[in-house]
């Protein structure tokens, strides 16, 4: 059993995480800045803020592992990049693995590029979120090589708009953006969470990116 804390845990990503690690018989805690109307079973919830420097020093005591399940939207906009070179310094000296849920588009669509971001049709919108999660990327893969992370992409499909099911079927990639025949780029919240949860178990990308999809 492993000591999990996940920032944002009751988010679309860290709700699904928070409820495949507990599932599991994991000590799960979740931070978030308010408590979600309905709790999983077995996770102890806690309200803080990210911003707050005390919040992410105390989320990495006693801890196995820190999940960052944040996104650079709203009060984070612009400011994540920040807040996990905090968070990667935080866990480095307490000790304590960390796992960040990444983004779909620093994902190349093919060996040597371009990124997702970078291609024609990717949303106007969605280039901000996309460039600070590839530069929390960047950092990392530039870090001290004492901080013992990964960094999980999903597919391209991945939302809340998109749950889908658990199958307990998906592949996993590297560094390019996976496919099925017809060209789509999907997965569940519940299937992400699996091949997270998967890797915090039995470590398999230390300190390095890979991503999941059908």
Do not use: C
């Amino acid at each position: 059993m492993a000591r999990i804390t996940v920032l944002g845990g009751t988010g679309y990503a860290g709700s699904n995480i928070v409820r495949e690690a507990a599932s599991r018989g994991h000590q799960v805690m979740a931070v978030s800045r308010t408590e979600p109307a309905q709790k999983a079973d077995g996770v102890t919830y806690l309200t803080g803020d990210v911003l707050d420097t005390a919040v992410i020093q105390s989320a990495v005591l006693d801890t196995d592992v820190v999940v960052g399940a944040l996104s650079p939207r709203g009060a984070l906009e612009g400011k994540l990049v920040g807040v996990v070179r905090t968070l990667s310094a935080a866990a480095q000296a307490a000790g304590a693995r960390l796992g960040v849920v990444g983004g779909a588009g620093s994902l190349l669509v093919a060996p040597g590029g371009p990124a997702v971001a970078e291609t024609d049709g990717f949303p106007e919108a969605f280039m901000p979120e996309a460039a600070e999660m590839a530069a929390i990327l960047a950092d990392l893969r530039a870090s001290d090589e004492g901080l013992d992370w990964f960094y999980l992409s999903p597919a391209g499909g991945f939302g809340a708009w998109a749950p889908g099911e658990h199958t307990g079927t998906f592949r996993v990639g590297g560094d390019v953006l996976l496919v099925d025949a017809q060209g789509n780029s999907a997965i569940s919240g519940a299937d992400f969470a699996q091949a997270f949860v998967d890797e915090i178990e039995q470590p398999a990308h230390v300190r390095q990116r890979f991503s999941v999809a059908y």
